[in-house]
Nanobody, 128 residues
Framework: QVQLVESGGGLVQAGGSLRVSCAAS????????MGWFRQAPGKEREFVAA???????HYADSVKGRFTISRDNAKNTVHLQMNSLKPEDTAVYYC??????????????????????WGKGTLVTVSS
């Protein structure tokens, strides 16, 4: 069965860096687009970044230039490198699978729809 397990969350100071990872299993990883979302307490879950089967990427404006999504198909793993972290980046970060090899199912907001499986999340806390 499909499993997505996040890791790498923790406490980091503002301006610092952190990398979260998602280990995928139970499906042909190379064929699917993958993404990262986050949710702060009391707020709605929001899109962060997505990567297609071919390596095309898309980012939310709030993280563009600071975060980088990547995938290692040989290890069935997706990573999110987070640099220049801000307190507002504090959230539970979730890994998601899209139902196809592309993430372009959100119309004017690519990556925001078409997800079919989710991990349980990993907490990232950015202190001032």
């Amino acid at each position: 069965q499909v499993q997505l397990v996040e890791s790498g969350g923790g406490l980091v100071q503002a301006g610092g860096s952190l990398r979260v990872s998602c280990a995928a299993s139970g499906f042909t990883f190379v064929s699917y687009a993958m993404g990262w979302f986050r949710q702060a307490p009391g707020k709605e879950r929001e899109f962060v970044a997505a990567i297609s089967w071919g390596g095309y990427t898309h980012y939310a404006d709030s993280v563009k230039g600071r975060f980088t999504i990547s995938r290692d198909n040989a290890k069935n793993t997706v990573h999110l490198q987070m640099n220049s972290l801000k307190p507002e980046d504090t959230a539970v970060y979730y890994c998601a699978r899209y139902y196809s090899g592309t993430y372009n199912a959100g119309g004017d907001s690519p990556g925001t729809s078409g997800m079919d499986y989710w991990g349980k999340g990993t907490l990232v806390t950015v202190s001032s």
